[in-house]
């Protein structure tokens, strides 16, 4: 179905309707569409593409503008950890000496389900929250699996007390680069991955080349 533009008020202007998309890329080559390229998107793109999948993602913003909120962020995750192994297995590159100057204190999943029913005040979804804390973990060395490379939050979350940084609030890691650099990484991951190419990133509005300039995001190490 088409859109008469002429009956909505100015500026308003439906640009593409499903019905162009689908006539301007060949959705039918395509298991699974991925509208946005936030985050989540990359994400489920991802998902979908190790089952096998066929997957086209399309972004509504033009390339300087793309990541949505994600790029926005610190790029921090909150995630279950039970002590300094379950960083390492995210964080390999975590030295000894970073691990002997760091106090990294735990969350566990009653922390973080603590943390949940106080600040939703017992309102929150039980399913939704039993997947959010209980896969927490293992989502996190998923994408660690997948190439994502993370730090932890030294310059927020962690203050120096007696030669040792001591983190606070179970926030304690961030994609490296924080959230630009959690866009850059996924976009060079999908790349790596055959997600993003030529055929499978594409601007649903505007004329942006889908193939990213990578510019890495700096890695904060702790100050010395
Ligand atoms: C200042 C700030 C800091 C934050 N810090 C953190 C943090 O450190 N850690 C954290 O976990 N959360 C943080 N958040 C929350 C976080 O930003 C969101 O929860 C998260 O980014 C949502 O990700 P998303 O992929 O769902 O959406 P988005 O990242 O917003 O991505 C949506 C994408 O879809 C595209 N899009 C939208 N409409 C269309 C359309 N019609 N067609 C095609 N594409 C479309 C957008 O252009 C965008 O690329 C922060 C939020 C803000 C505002």
Not at 61 to 85: H, I, Q, W
């Amino acid at each position: 179905m088409k859109i008469n533009n002429e009956r909505l008020p100015p500026g308003k202007a439906v640009q593409h309707t499903r019905q162009d998309l689908a006539e301007e890329i060949d959705v039918a080559k395509y298991d699974v569409v991925v509208v946005g390229a936030g985050n989540a998107a990359f994400c489920a793109a991802q998902a979908a593409a190790e089952k096998g999948a066929k997957v086209l993602m399309v972004e509504r913003a033009p390339k300087e503008l793309m990541g949505g909120n994600s790029r926005f962020t610190a790029g921090a995750f909150r995630c279950v950890y039970d002590g300094v192994d379950d960083l390492k297995a995210i964080m390999p590159d975590l030295t000894k000496d970073e691990i002997d100057r760091s106090d990294f204190g735990t969350y566990t999943q009653d922390q973080f389900y603590d943390d949940m029913f106080r600040v939703t005040q017992y309102r929150t979804d039980g399913e939704l929250c039993d997947r959010l804390v209980g896969r927490s973990r293992d989502a996190m060395r998923w994408l660690h699996g997948k190439g994502m490379k993370f730090d932890p939050i030294w310059g927020r979350q962690a203050y120096l007390i007696d030669g040792k940084f001591k983190f606070w609030g179970g926030l304690t890691v961030e994609s490296k680069g924080g959230g630009p650099g959690l866009i850059e990484q996924h976009l060079k991951l999908a790349d790596k991955n055959g997600i993003v190419d030529d055929d499978h990133l594409r601007p649903v509005n505007g004329h942006w080349s889908p193939r990213p300039d990578h510019h890495s995001g700096a890695s904060r190490a702790p100050s010395r």
